[in-house]
């Protein structure tokens, strides 16, 4: 792994490598040379079908970010990614075995956090969130679309509906449950989208993947960075809105096995969409706000059934600690969306005392 760490134009000689964080899908490690730390990432080649062109989104982006962050007087070494090139100036760097590995900056004194602590800390990660959105709102460079239908609900059912039939691990007769969770709901979440392919709400730069552990706060818990900019893709802002809540405000934990501690915390709640909505309200149409509240429900409802699908096909997308995490993993995400439908018109309500204030 040295000999690969070289491959980036570090500053200094490689010293440590070490494992880091919690993602589900690729491989990171953090570098120290010694001068400074980078991260370093074998990207998924499973999930990420042009890793390339993903690395071209990422520059992009970022880059723009950068200026932006420049012009306003902040640190864009601090507040934005960094991409590290290879000596030979790509992106990324591909080992013998075709793998594909990728360097960025460590951003020294950040924090990263698994759950939201306080009201003030969701605020925060709002806020990061709302402000990511508005500097890209006028991003208008060509964006890959390296992850074809990430959050469209109809081409997750086309794949639900190909899982189902292969029941490639033979799983599918142990969870009729689970399954009549996902069907009973097809029809709403489907409506739901159409008001996307409808045109009624308009595709922008979002992050897609907002749970918190893909912000760096500061030492004070303000939000620093957004990081994980894998799928960085056009898609409607409630994506990362509806994202963000199963953590910044589920009571219990992602994967927790006592459903009766998962669930929607009002608080956390209010907390975040304060945040979210200090930036966002400057760029949000009607229809997108009027979408917020349901866009919980849309995405907890999308990850129980990504979940339960990779269940049924045998644990090959998420990487997993135990036999049934993918399992354990959407019963507690259908046990966070029971919340949201019951929380669903005090999620409203807030939201619209937030924007008449
Ligand atoms: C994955 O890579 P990570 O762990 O930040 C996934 C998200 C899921 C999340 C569930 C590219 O995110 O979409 O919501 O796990 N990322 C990808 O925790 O599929
Ligand atoms: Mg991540």
């Known amino acids: 792994m040295q000999r690969i760490a070289e491959q980036f134009r570090l500053d200094g000689a490689v010293r440590t490598i070490a494992a880091l964080g919690e993602g589900f899908i690729n491989d990171t490690y953090i570098v120290t040379t010694d001068c400074a730390r980078y991260v370093l990432q074998r990207k998924n080649r499973r999930v990420f079908a042009d890793i390339p062109a993903m690395m071209r989104n990422?520059?992009?982006?970022?880059?723009?970010?950068?200026?932006?962050?420049?012009?306003?007087?902040?640190?864009?070494?601090?507040?934005?990614?960094?991409?590290?090139?290879t000596h030979d100036r790509t992106l990324h760097y591909r080992d013998a075995e075709g793998d594909y590995w990728t360097m960025s900056l460590f951003i020294e004194g950040s924090v990263t956090?698994?759950?939201?602590?306080?009201?003030?800390?969701?605020?925060?990660?709002?806020?990061?969130?709302?402000?990511?959105?508005?500097l890209l709102a006028d991003y208008d460079a060509p964006l890959a679309d390296i992850l074809p239908g990430f959050h469209n609900i109809r081409i997750r059912f086309g794949q639900w509906d190909d899982s189902l039939a292969r029941d490639a691990a033979g799983r599918r007769a142990t969870v009729t449950r689970e399954i009549e969770w996902i069907e009973s709901r097809r029809d709403e979440m489907l409506r739901f989208w159409q008001r996307v392919e409808e045109g009624g709400i308009?595709?922008?730069?979002?992050?897609?993947?907002?749970?918190?552990?893909?912000?760096?706060?500061?030492?004070?818990?303000?939000?620093?960075?957004?990081?994980?900019?894998?799928?960085?893709?056009r898609s409607p802002c409630f994506n990362d809105f509806g994202d963000a809540i199963r953590t910044y405000a589920n009571r219990g934990r992602e994967d927790d096995e006592d459903?009766?501690?998962?669930?929607?915390?009002?608080?956390?709640?209010?907390?975040?969409?304060?945040?979210?909505?200090?930036?966002a309200?400057?760029?949000?149409?009607?229809?997108?706000?009027?979408?917020?509240?349901?866009?919980?429900?849309?995405?907890?409802?999308?990850?129980?059934?990504?979940?339960?699908?990779?269940?049924l096909d045998g644990d090959t997308y998420y990487k997993i600690g135990r036999p049934d995490h993918n399992l354990v993993r959407a019963r507690a995400q259908h046990a966070l969306l029971q919340s949201a439908e019951r929380n669903c018109d005090r999620m409203r309500d807030t939201i619209g005392e937030l924007l008449r204030n």
Do not use: W
């Open 58 to 85: 990422i520059q992009g982006v970022t880059l723009f970010l950068k200026e932006k962050v420049r012009r306003a007087g902040g640190d864009p070494q601090r507040e934005v990614m960094t991409v590290i090139p």
């Open 202 to 233: 308009p595709l922008r730069v979002t992050h897609n993947d907002t749970k918190i552990n893909n912000i760096l706060f500061d030492r004070n818990g303000g939000a620093l960075c957004m990081i994980d900019l894998d799928t960085v893709l």
């Open 113 to 134: 956090c698994e759950a939201a602590t306080t009201p003030e800390l969701a605020r925060c990660g709002g806020q990061g969130i709302g402000r990511f959105q508005r």
């Open 259 to 279: 459903l009766a501690a998962v669930g929607v915390d009002m608080a956390m709640f209010r907390g975040f969409a304060e945040g979210y909505l200090s930036e």
């Open 281 to 311: 309200r400057a760029f949000l149409t009607p229809a997108e706000s009027d979408a917020l509240a349901f866009s919980v429900r849309y995405i907890t409802y999308e990850q129980v059934l990504r979940f339960l699908m990779d269940y």
